[in-house]
């Protein structure tokens, strides 16, 4: 599908096919999704080449992930998924400014909270103690590791000790997100049996769309590996 457009008397072709990106430059996955983002009529083959250049440069580098869950929810027409983007926005305001120089920092790793303290919080959440309001909402940013868990917190009072071992493997994603990532060798060694795990703080997104990550490259209109 092409689109036509006149710019100083000038027609310009596009096709979906045409953006270009360097797998060493997570922001032009983002601005190639701007771009197509930018057109009129969309079709449902632009929308999930838009879904999968926001996807990619939020795993890419987490520093976009904030824009690119913006940019999605800009997109969506499912009110279910917008439900759920909505649910994993981190309450940091950092979103892509083009005159402002990106922090390389994830949001969701900018903390006032110490990490010895919210990791001590995740062990009370385990063992069913009992924690205030501010130890849970300091967890927010995270709550989309674990909702099933974090919903049924009633701050103040002592909640049970958790048994399902699902549960207890998404506290120990938590914890390894709030850690640091995969280096934290014991959490990674529970959570992966042993196996050493590949995290990524957006890997959630990539889920949720069901777009494997390790396809970067476009190539005759389908996203190939290397």
Request: net charge neutral.
């Amino acid at each position: 599908m092409f689109k036509i457009f006149l710019i100083f008397g000038i027609f310009f072709f596009f096709s979906p096919s045409d953006f270009t990106v360097k797998q060493s430059d997570p922001l032009s996955y983002f601005r190639a999704a701007e771009n197509i983002a930018s057109l009129e009529n969309l079709s449902e083959s632009e929308r999930s080449d838009i879904r999968h250049l926001y996807v990619l440069s939020a795993v890419l580098d987490s520093s976009l992930r904030e824009s690119a869950i913006v940019g999605l929810l800009d997109i969506e027409n499912d009110p279910a998924r917008k439900r759920v983007l909505y649910s994993m926005r981190s309450n940091s305001e950092i979103l892509l400014v083009p005159e402002v120089a990106l922090k390389k920092d994830s949001p969701l790793l900018i903390q006032s909270n110490s990490t010895e303290d919210l990791c001590e919080t995740i062990t009370s959440i385990r063992l069913g103690k009992k924690i205030t309001s501010e130890q849970l909402q300091a967890l927010r940013p995270w709550r989309y590791l674990f909702p099933n868990v974090f919903d049924q917190i009633i701050p103040n009072k002592v909640g049970k000790k958790l048994q399902f071992k699902s549960d207890i493997h998404a506290t120990l994603l938590v914890e390894l997100a709030i850690l640091g990532g995969p280096t934290v060798w014991s959490a990674d060694y529970l959570e992966s049996g042993g196996i050493p795990m590949s995290f990524t703080i957006s890997d959630d997104l990539a889920t949720l769309f069901q777009i494997d990550p390790t396809k970067t490259i476009r190539k005759n209109g389908r996203w190939v590996s290397n």
